[in-house]
């Protein structure tokens, strides 16, 4: 028995030989960065019940419900406050007043309703309050007349450049157990998140029969319990989008634009799907990734201005949101974001745009500073390359939606990619002046505290040194 001893050994050596190869060419393709080792249990995600606590009613007559609030205007001195009530229209007044002062000043808006299918929508009251002071603590009261209830914000510091500021992200939520879990780690990180980044992909009402849009009013009144509290910056992704001819649905954007309000009309954008604000340290401008982005539509031609009006000695840290990611390596939605990338991502290069996050993808990864703008169709350079006044690219929409995760990558991991996972969670990007800021990826599996991708970056503008995570040698 056994193999004579020659033949085993040439049967080694080419063994070693094929090994060798093997490992060389991983050498070559995967030098960049990590595919985490981490596996997540694969059960589907499962959305809560109707019944679940998360969206139980507030008590009391015509009591507001769904509250949220963000940012209304472009420095951060003002709010929009937007509830739902259901059985009468109700007052539209906010009655708000500043911590340690007994003076209360009203806030009047407006109210709106829409039909969807066989879907009738409550009242949906929409407040702006302005003339806010900076960093200071905010109660405001709404339901007057009926069932009041009372919530609380902070203003932001005065737009500056070393001002801290922390932001979370969140992307593609959903109301599945999943999302309930990514929301309570979000608000039990002991790095407390002042405002959400949300990327796009809210309530997924649009998975249901008819996009029922009852899946609308209970994830209002799921996020509630933070949004109510904290703005939360919205991007609209594909799932705002509830083009439905089938049903008689040929408005897009129906039910988002109704209930999530943004302040676009501020930077002069002519649509709420594209916008920016400033805030505290930070200049954030939001991309619509299913409006048209070609030359000469509004987008580009907002965009191609926008660009001029940052001032970076004011706000050093240019952030980027957008639905659809540049830069993906799992095979789901797999250059989707191409030819958005191909019109823009030379103004992101030259404009030293610090940090790019989408969501779409049902996972996480970072990239490193890479661009790809030097193809002009015959050169054939069309490949990333690191470049220094470039982004780094995350995507972030592992928020935990029913649609699952997406676990199937391209393999080997592209050079660019420095680190990806499939799992849930959110991040923290904590700016801590107009050089540093501190960032970390949590993954709900994890302790509060745990951290399972963080690095420190370093402003493109103030501080241009190298801070990718593998590229070092
Ligand atoms: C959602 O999370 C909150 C906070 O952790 C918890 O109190 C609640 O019971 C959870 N709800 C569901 C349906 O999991
Ligand atoms: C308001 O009162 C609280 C507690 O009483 C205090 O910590 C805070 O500094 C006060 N704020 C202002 C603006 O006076
Ligand atoms: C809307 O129509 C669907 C099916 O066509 C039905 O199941 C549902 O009960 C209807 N909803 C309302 C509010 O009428
Ligand atoms: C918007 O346009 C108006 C009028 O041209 C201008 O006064 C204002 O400064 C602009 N705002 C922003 C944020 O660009
Ligand atoms: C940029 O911002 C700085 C700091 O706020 C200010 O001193 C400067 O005048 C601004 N530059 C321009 C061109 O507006
Ligand atoms: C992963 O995606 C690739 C490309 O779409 C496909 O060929 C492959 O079958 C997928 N693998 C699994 C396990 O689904
Ligand atoms: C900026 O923050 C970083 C990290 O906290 C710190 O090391 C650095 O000294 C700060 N820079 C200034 C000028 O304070
Ligand atoms: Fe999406």
Request: charged letters at 20%; proline letters at 6%.
């Amino acid at each position: 028995m056994g193999l004579p001893m020659t033949r085993f050994s040439s049967f080694f050596s080419s063994f070693a030989v094929l090994l060798g190869l093997v490992i060389t060419n991983a050498a070559i393709l995967c030098s960049g960065g990590i595919t985490s080792s981490f596996v997540r249990l694969d059960e589907k995600a499962k959305d809560m019940p109707f019944e679940a606590d998360v969206f139980r009613l507030p008590p009391g007559y015509n009591a507001p419900q769904q509250v949220h609030i963000t940012q209304g205007d472009h420095e951060g001195k003002a709010v929009i406050v937007s509830w739902v009530t259901v059985a009468e229209r109700g007052s539209n007044t906010v009655l708000y007043w500043s911590e340690n002062s007994s003076q209360k000043y009203k806030a009047k808006g407006k109210v709106t309703k829409y039909k969807f299918y066989n879907y009738t929508s409550g009242y949906i009251h929409h407040s702006t309050i302005k003339h806010l002071k900076y960093n200071t603590k905010y109660y405001y009261k709404i339901g007057i007349g009926h069932t009041t209830r009372t919530f609380w914000f902070v203003t932001p510091p005065e737009v500056g450049p070393d001002v801290p500021y922390t932001f979370g992200l969140i992307g593609d939520l959903g109301q599945s157990f999943d999302s309930n879990s990514t929301l309570t780690h979000y608000e039990s990180n002991p790095t407390k998140g002042q405002t959400v980044l949300f990327v796009g992909d809210l309530s997924y009402a649009d998975n249901y029969p008819n996009h029922d849009n009852v899946r609308w009013d209970t994830w209002g009144r799921f996020i509630e319990r933070s949004v109510a509290y904290q703005p939360w910056i919205w991007t609209a992704g594909n799932h705002e989008i509830d083009f439905a001819p089938e049903i008689g649905e040929t408005k897009p954007f129906k039910p988002f634009t109704h209930r999530y309000p943004v302040p676009y009309k501020a930077s002069n954008s002519t649509a709420p799907f594209w916008y920016s604000i400033k805030r505290g340290p930070a200049y954030i401008i939001v991309l619509a990734s299913y409006s048209a982005y070609g030359k000469y539509t509004p987008q580009y031609k907002w965009l191609e201005e926008e660009f001029q009006k940052v001032n970076r000695s004011e706000t050093p840290w240019l952030i980027v949101l957008m639905h659809s990611p540049w830069y993906n390596s799992y095979n789901y939605h797999y250059m989707e974001g191409e030819s958005m990338r191909v019109m823009y991502e030379p103004w992101f290069v030259k404009n030293k745009v610090d940090l790019v996050f989408a969501g779409h993808v049902h996972a996480y990864e970072r990239s490193e500073r890479i661009s790809n703008v030097a193809y002009n169709v015959v050169n054939g350079l069309c490949s990333p390359v690191s470049d220094s006044s470039a982004p780094v690219y995350i995507t972030i929409g592992d928020g935990g939606n029913l649609e699952g995760l997406a676990t199937n990558m391209t393999e080997p991991q592209p050079k660019y990619s420095a680190f990806r996972e499939a799992s849930f969670g959110h991040a923290i990007l904590d700016i801590k002046n107009r050089t540093h800021a501190r960032y970390g990826w949590h993954r709900n599996q994890d302790g509060y505290a745990v951290e399972a991708d963080s690095m420190w970056f370093y402003n493109r503008v103030w501080h241009p040194l190298d801070d990718s995570t593998s590229g070092k040698s």
